[in-house]
Structure formats: C-alpha cells, structure tokens
C-alpha cells in the first residue's frame, strides 16, 4: 500500500511490475495475485491515492474548443476522440450540447 502511495499506481500494476521485471518469482506473483483476489482489493483497492490525480486540462482546453470554438456538437467531438458522450460530459463538466445552427452573415 506504501508503494502504492509513492509512486501513484494501482496495487496490481506494482505486482505485475515487479514479476515483469523479475523481482518477485513466478509463486510469488501468483500468491499476491491470489491474496488480492481473496481480500477483494482487484475490484476496491483498501487506499486511494486521490491526493495523486491529476486534471487533464490540456484534454479539457481541445474539447472546449472543439465544442466552443469549432462549433462541433458533443457526439461530434466523442465520436473524433473516441470517448462516450457521458463521459465527455461528466469529466469535463460540459453540461449543454451547442446548437448546430450557426449565424451566416452576409453583405
């Protein structure tokens, strides 16, 4: 869990790392594999290292400016980077889809 919380990866990663790498023996992967099994910690690791996240704001700024500046719709912009329209909406806090009329001025 200390590992965990240094170097901001899952319990699992650590292990599968550390087997990959040939720190830990191939009994010895498949006994901490087991134990993560049995305690549940695959599903709900027992620490968070939310102290760790990071905003993906870079990410945020391209959708924003797809969405605002470009005028593309949500489904548009989810469909060009692959991610689910709830996501997008979710993670990056855009709560309204822009209208697909835009004014055309002419002289």
Known sequence: MDLKL???TSM???????WQVGSLSDNLF?????EMSKRGFRRNEPVQASHLREDPTTLKGIIRAHLV???????????????PVGYVREIYQITHDRPKLKLVASH
């Open 30 to 34: 498949k006994h901490f594999n087991i």
């Open 69 to 83: 500046e470009i005028g593309m719709t949500i489904d548009e912009v989810s469909d060009m980077f692959g991610l």
């Open 12 to 18: 699992q990663a650590l292990i599968y790392k550390a």
């Open 6 to 8: 240094y170097w901001g």
